[in-house]
C-alpha cells in the first residue's frame, strides 16, 4: 500500500506499508543454506534542494529454528545448527517506473542511505548430545567391577529436539543529506533473508524458516545540520544534529 505524500511539490513526510506475509527462508532439511530477497516498499518524495531525509524503517519478524540430535553410547557428539537472519538496507533513487523489486536486485541503482546494510533480526540455534553411559556393579567385594552397555546388549541412543518459533516487531533508522532541487526521488526498502543449516556426526535435524509480515517505509524531509568542518560526514555515521 502506498501512501499519497501531499499535493505540494515539496512533500514533508511519505510512508507506505505492507501487510501480506513473504517468507524469505524456507530450509526444511539439513547441510543446506539459502538466501533470498523480497517484501521490498517504496515511497516518493519531492523535497527542496539542500534537504535530507530521516527514514524510518519497521517490520514484524517471525523466525524459527529447529534442531534435532541423537547420540549413540561412545559414538561422540552430535550437533545439529540452525540458523536465520534477514538484512535490511535503504536505497534512494531519482523517481522512474523501476519497481521496488528491481532496485533492490541491482547494485549499481541510487545511493545506499546511511549507515547502509543493518541485520534487522537473527538467530543462531545449536544443540549438541553426548551419550557415555557404564552400569556400574554393586558388589562391593569386586574391586574395579564395571559393567558396560556393550556387555549388556543394549542398544540405542538419545535423542534431544529444540524448536524455537518467536515473532517481534524490528525499528531502524535511516538518513540520506543534502539532496539536489528540484528532483523526485523513490526511496526503496530492500529486506534480504539468509539462513543455514548442518548437522556433525550423527543422526539428527535441522530446520531454518524466515519470513516478514506487517511493515512500514515512512519518509520525513529534515535539515541536516553541518559538522565544524562543514562536511554531513555520513561516511563515519555522525550526523551531528538534525532539525525539522
Known amino acids: 500500500f502506498f501512501l499519497p505524500t501531499a499535493a505540494s511539490q515539496a512533500a514533508k513526510f511519505a510512508a507506505s506499508w505492507e501487510t501480506a506475509p513473504v517468507t524469505l527462508i524456507d530450509i526444511t532439511s539439513t547441510d543446506a543454506e539459502g538466501e533470498a530477497m523480497g517484501g521490498e516498499l517504496l515511497a516518493s518524495i519531492k523535497p527542496p534542494g539542500g534537504k535530507s531525509l530521516l527514514i524510518g524503517l519497521s517490520g514484524v519478524v517471525n523466525i524459527v529454528t529447529i534442531t534435532e540430535a541423537s547420540g549413540r553410547n561412545k559414538q561422540g557428539k552430535t550437533t545439529a545448527t540452525s540458523e536465520a537472519s534477514v538484512d535490511l538496507m535503504v536505497k534512494v533513487v531519482e523517481s522512474s517506473d523501476a519497481t521496488a523489486a528491481a532496485v533492490c536486485s541491482n547494485a549499481e541503482a541510487g545511493t545506499m542511505a546511511a549507515p547502509g546494510v543493518v541485520t534487522l533480526a537473527s538467530r543462531r540455534q545449536e544443540l549438541s548430545v553426548e551419550t557415555d553411559l557404564d552400569t556400574a556393579c554393586k558388589d562391593a567385594s569386586i574391586e574395579g567391577c564395571v559393567v558396560t552397555a556393550d556387555m549388556l546388549g543394549i542398544e540405542g541412543s538419545v535423542t534431544v529436539a529444540l524448536g524455537l518459533d518467536t515473532t517481534a516487531a524490528h525499528h531502524f533508522n535511516f538518513v ?69
Open 176 to 244: 540520506t543529506a543534502n539532496l539536489e532541487s528540484g528532483t523526485t526521488y523513490d526511496v526503496v526498502a530492500c529486506f534480504t533473508g539468509s539462513g543455514e543449516t548442518s548437522l556433525t556426526d550423527g543422526d539428527g535435524n535441522a530446520e531454518a524458516k524466515l519470513a516478514i509480515s506487517s511493515r512500514m517505509l515512512t519518509v520525513q524531509q529534515v535539515q541536516a545540520v553541518q559538522n565544524s568542518d562543514g562536511e554531513w560526514n555520513l561516511g563515519s555515521g555522525s550526523l551531528r544534529k538534525l532539525r525539522n
